[in-house]
């Protein structure tokens, strides 16, 4: 397997090169200093000249909050790359698989996971534009499958866990939002998921998110428990703890599609990055 894998040197992408070359694939990270995705012209010339069989699309616009006042500059990067990627990996048969988000969604449901025939409706410009990215793809490259996936988090890049832990280790208390509920993901098994979706039939959107939910309060306190931080977690909610961008406040995402690889319960993912940020 020949893979290309954009936005290598983001947090997931660097985790999705080094497990495909674990694998033994030929493993190419390209990113912004390989050249511009969001130009057309670049983009096929990179993918034509890289020949890959597979692209592991993770490039993208990340800045939620940014979003909202430069929602050009994230469609551009989310919607028109993602385009473009197609359009080249269409021209050479290579298969795309890319990364997409919770933010698709509302949030509105409360009783039960998203899964992928769920109609979708973004509440700020960061889902918008990655909505757009989903479609873009879908009518640049047949073969396709499109990751949703949730609050990641691992080593590599900046991310709520590391976040806090940051937090932590310089105040006694810590004011947390209960009333947003999603499922963690980490990357370290997110990247195995993409690798398998690389390999299967599967095409359209597939969840791929850590299994399980829980809020940002309470993945909070598993979070400072398996790092044996001694630091108070309190309360807060969304309301009083203000952003430029909206948030769904229900971000659970489960997969109805059969053949769609699972992702352990999101308390493994937290293991395992504390396991991870211990031995670097």
């Not at 800045?63 to 050009?72: L, Q, T």
């Amino acid at each position: 397997m020949r893979l290309l894998v954009t936005g290598a040197a983001g947090m997931l992408g660097q985790r999705v090169v080094a497990d495909a070359a674990a694998r033994g694939w030929e493993a190419i990270g390209i990113d912004l200093p390989d050249g511009d995705l969001t130009d057309e012209a670049t983009a096929h010339d990179l993918v034509a000249a890289l020949a890959p069989t597979a692209i592991v699309h993770c490039a993208a616009w990340t800045d939620v909050d940014g979003a909202e006042e430069r929602e050009d500059a994230a469609l551009r990067v989310n919607a028109d790359a993602s385009r473009n990627v197609g359009r080249a990996a269409a021209a050479i048969g290579a298969r795309v698989v890319a990364v997409s988000t919770d933010y698709v969604f509302d949030g509105s449901l409360t009783d039960r996971p998203y899964v992928e025939s769920d109609p979708t409706g973004p509440l700020g410009a960061y889902g918008r534009t990655k909505l757009a990215g989903e479609l873009a793809l879908a009518d640049a490259v047949e073969d396709h499958a499109i990751a949703r996936t949730a609050w990641l988090f691992g080593a590599g890049g900046k991310n709520f866990c590391e976040t806090m832990l940051g937090l932590a280790a310089t105040r006694d208390r810590v004011a947390v939002v209960t009333d947003q509920v999603g499922s963690p993901t980490w990357t370290g098994h997110l990247s195995p998921a993409l690798l398998a979706l690389v390999e299967s039939d599967l095409r359209g959107p597939v969840h791929t998110a850590g299994a399980g939910q829980c809020s940002w309060h309470e993945l909070t306190v598993e979070l400072f428990r398996l790092a044996g931080v001694d630091c108070e977690v309190g309360e807060t909610t969304a309301a009083e703890f203000q952003r430029p961008a909206p948030r769904p406040a229900w971000s659970v995402l489960a997969t109805e599609r059969d053949g769609a690889p699972v992702l352990p319960p999101w308390q493994e993912g937290v293991r395992g990055f504390i396991e991870e940020r211990t031995q670097a």
